[in-house]
């Protein structure tokens, strides 16, 4: 079976987007499980609670995906320092935050071709190619939403509901 290039761009993008729905899917069954009050919760002043993750994931999306493949990632208007700063959004704005960011990142991701994937973008100044860049918010989204998910577990203690195999079940999983 021969394969293309164009073939394997087209999977990797197509993949790329599914690692991202179930990225997303893991943090939103984490956050399901909190209370409100959880969202501004860290274990300790240097750790971040889900309320700065949030943010600052917000605020990375929409500078890397918006113009994605025309303008640097790193846009003047964002204030990645102040996604790091607690503020006075309630539940429900996070939640929208969350939502405008993934709605930023897959309509980019959306709209790529397998010609694009060898393309140029540059991120703070620096040359990536579009496969580099994606893969580079893949490790970034990725390191964030274990986090969430650890964060989000540590609050619940008893009360968590598992996102994967519960311990002591995984032979009931094997082939």
């Known amino acids: 079976m021969e394969t293309s290039a164009s073939s394997v761009a ?5 993949d790329t987007i599914q690692t991202f729905r179930s990225m997303k899917k893991l943090a939103d069954r984490a956050m399901e499980q ?17 309320e ?10 929409l500078s890397r995906w918006a113009d994605f493949l025309t303008s ?14 607690s503020g006075a959004l309630d539940r429900e704005q996070l939640l ?3 939502e405008e960011g993934w709605s930023a990142l897959f309509a980019a991701l959306e ?22 860049a994606i893969q580079r918010q893949v490790s970034h989204y990725g390191y964030h939403v274990g986090q ?8 619940r203690s008893a009360h968590w509901q598992t996102l994967s195999i519960a ?3 995984s032979r009931g999983f094997k082939p």
């Open 111 to 132: 709209d790529l071709g397998p010609d694009d994937v060898l393309r140029t973008v540059t991120i703070r100044g620096e040359a990536h190619t579009v496969l580099q």
């Open 167 to 169: 311990k002591g079940q």
């Open 10 to 14: 087209a999977y990797f993008l197509q």
């Open 34 to 50: 909190l209370e409100a009050s959880q969202f501004r919760a860290a274990p300790d002043p240097e750790s971040n609670s889900m």
């Open 72 to 85: 640097d990632g790193e846009k003047p208007t964002r204030d990645r320092d102040g996604e790091f700063e």
């Open 52 to 61: 700065i993750i949030i943010k600052h994931m917000h605020g990375n999306m």
């Open 148 to 155: 969430m998910v650890y964060l989000a577990k540590h609050l």
């Open 96 to 98: 929208q935050l969350w």
